[in-house]
């Protein structure tokens, strides 16, 4: 049996703004998507018949990238994941698919990350009309923190660069990585479900609007930029007060755009007490939080408390592998 994991991911710094060609920071996280894979009589995801209209992501992989046409395969998915909750569940479901399936067909052969982050963007892009971010999969694949930006961002390790030709043209991407140093494992991730999904499409294209409404509000794009530039600069030197003060920053500039909730409001107010920082993650409109603790205990309580439901992270956790039996 091969059997692979991937990473699900959170944007610490630059939702939003990347969306206007701003870099965003996101970190690989512990939780993530189990896939396993052997050959079988018939082909069956979860013990159930697999229909591949309805699993566009596996299917894509299976076809597209890896042309299989061999024996009928038995799949299984486990997910400790929230779905449609912005940590990046179907990019990591797509690169664990990728990984179990290449050392399926090549037993012992390792794994090529950015390859697999390619594979994993290009299903992305499938089953979202060509609409897709390689923040995601990039995260998921390479594991730690990753910068992803129109160009090249000072201080950060460049890996790789991303392009899909999308309904509005060509759109490019530098994938960059950066060293997270030691003392950073002192501090805790903690994620806090609101319990509503979110549509990353619905709270872009709600943006998009309000900037134009109100073009001033461009000025908040050009902070996040650099409050983005500030944390990346503490997550560099290990100093956690100040990460956590510039991803307070971000959430108020965040809910000047209209992104957070009433949920996410009461989520974030309930672990500031207790937390160096904390933030609406990804799209906003519902899905998650995120705060930076020293005793996640305490913050995941609170998170509960206030209706939501916790999950606590390494900040940077490693990428996507494969996984003995
Ligand atoms: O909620 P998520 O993880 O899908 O994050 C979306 C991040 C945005 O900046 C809002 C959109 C994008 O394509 O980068």
């Not at 979860?46 to 591949?52: N, T």
């Not at 990346?232 to 003060?245: R, W």
């Amino acid at each position: 049996m091969a059997r692979g994991f991937a990473p699900g991911k959170c944007i610490l710094f630059g939702e939003h703004a990347v969306v206007y060609g701003h870099p965003a920071v996101a970190v690989a996280i512990d939780s993530g998507v189990r896939v396993s894979i052997e050959e079988s009589r018939e082909w069956t995801l979860e013990g159930m018949p697999f229909e591949p209209s309805r699993h566009p992501h596996i299917s894509h992989i299976l076809n597209r990238v890896f042309q299989y046409d061999g024996t009928p395969l038995r799949m299984e998915v486990e997910s400790d994941l929230f779905s449609a909750a912005g940590l990046g569940s179907s990019a990591a479901l797509s690169n664990a698919i990728g990984a179990a399936l290449q050392a399926h067909i090549n037993p012992g052969q390792p794994l090529d990350p950015i390859a697999l982050a390619r594979m994993g963007h290009s299903a992305e892009a499938m089953a979202q009309k060509g609409r897709a971010s390689p923040t995601d999969t990039a995260t998921s694949a390479l594991g730690g923190c990753i910068v992803v930006s129109g160009e090249h961002v000072q201080g950060t390790r460049h890996v790789f660069d991303a392009e899909l030709e999308t309904p509005e043209g060509l759109r490019e991407w530098s994938i960059n990585t950066v060293e997270l140093p030691d003392n950073l494992s002192e501090a805790w991730l903690v994620i806090g479900f609101t319990g509503e999904m979110s549509s990353t499409g619905k709270m872009v294209a709600g943006v998009a609007n309000l900037l134009e409404e109100q073009p001033e509000l461009r000025d908040e794009m050009d902070a996040i930029a650099k409050i983005t530039s500030a944390g990346l600069t503490a997550m560099s030197a290990g100093n956690l007060e100040a990460i956590g003060m510039a991803m307070d920053a971000c959430h108020e500039k965040l809910r000047l755009l209209g992104v957070s909730s009433p949920s996410l409001e009461s989520l974030v107010e309930a672990a500031r007490p207790h937390s160096l920082g904390a933030k609406l993650t990804g799209s906003g409109g519902g899905g998650c939080m995120i705060a930076l603790a020293r005793d996640p205990q305490r913050v995941a309580e609170a998170i509960e408390v206030a209706g939501g439901k916790p999950l606590v992270s390494r900040l940077g956790a490693p990428g996507v592998r494969l996984l003995e039996d």
